[in-house]
């Protein structure tokens, strides 16, 4: 069992950053894939990064790319979502989510965990 807790969403202005923080408990972290999802009001939870188990594979949407950073550090369970020039259209829950595998995808139907997600939201 692995429980995921976020941590740094907020309320900020459009072109701000913000880093996201996913807190995993256990001693298998380094077995897992990890990813962050987001849901925007009235849409479905769409995938937004994700990185492998070493963290030598990301993963990103087009739409943060070259604006968002997925990172990891294995010795503290935690992974990290760096987001720059931040839109209006980020606004949305953003969710942490374990893969029991060393690859990554972007399917939210295979993640084996979740946690309870954090409030992003970008004023423009």
């Known amino acids: 069992q692995v429980q995921l807790v976020e941590s740094g969403g907020g309320l900020v202005q459009a072109g701000d950053s913000l880093t996201l923080t996913c807190t995993a408990s256990?001693?298998?972290?380094?077995?897992?894939?990890m990813s962050w999802f987001r849901r925007a009001p009235g849409e479905e939870r769409k995938f937004v990064a994700g990185?492998?188990?070493?963290?030598?594979?990301?993963l990103y949407e087009d739409s943060v790319k070259g604006r968002f950073t997925i990172s990891r550090d294995n010795a503290k369970n935690t992974v990290y979502l760096r987001m720059n020039a931040l839109k209006p259209e980020d606004t949305a829950v953003y969710y942490c989510?374990?893969?029991?595998?060393?690859?990554?995808?972007?399917?939210?139907?295979?993640?084996?965990?979740w946690g309870q997600g954090t409030q992003v939201t970008v004023s423009s």
């Open positions: 989510a374990a893969l029991l595998s060393i690859y990554v995808v972007r399917g939210a139907d295979d993640y084996d965990y």
């Open positions: 990185i492998n188990w070493n963290g030598d594979t990301t």
């Open positions: 256990g001693r298998t972290f380094v077995s897992y894939a």
